[in-house]
């Protein structure tokens, strides 16, 4: 129905960038927000970025101003840019996608993608 293929993800230094993708495919879902978790080992899975209608996005404080987060409509992608990278970045991260699909709103989830930052 609806599928959510990541890239992107790799080893980096720290002060490092990476920039990760998310591409929803599928048919009969109207795509209402995005967002980004990441989950890292032994902790749980935590909101790192989202965007909403309008392209208003909002951030976890520990990546305000070293990461931004896009969207291209037209072709249901977003891509997350990482700057500045920290050790503490490491994780794997997950796209989710919540859409409406026959008129429920639904969460899709990404396979993960793995951003390991070394010290």
């Known amino acids: 129905q609806v599928q959510l293929v990541e890239s992107g993800g790799g080893l980096v230094q720290a002060g490092g960038s990476l920039r990760l993708s998310c591409a929803a495919s599928?048919?009969?879902?109207?795509?209402?927000?995005m967002h980004w978790y990441r989950q890292a080992p032994g902790k749980q899975r935590e909101l790192v970025a989202s965007?909403?209608?309008?392209?208003?996005?909002n951030y976890a404080d520990s990546v305000k101003g070293r990461f931004t987060l896009s969207r291209d409509n037209a072709k249901n992608t977003m891509h997350l840019q990482m700057n500045s990278l920290k050790p503490e970045d490491t994780a794997v991260y997950y796209c989710?996608?919540?859409?409406?699909?026959?008129?429920?709103?639904?969460?899709?989830w990404g396979q993960g993608t793995q951003v390991t930052v070394s010290s």
């Open positions: 989710n996608l919540v859409a409406w699909v026959a008129a429920t709103l639904t969460n899709f």
């Open positions: 599928g048919s009969g879902f109207i795509t209402d927000t």
């Open positions: 965007i909403i209608s309008g392209g208003i996005t």
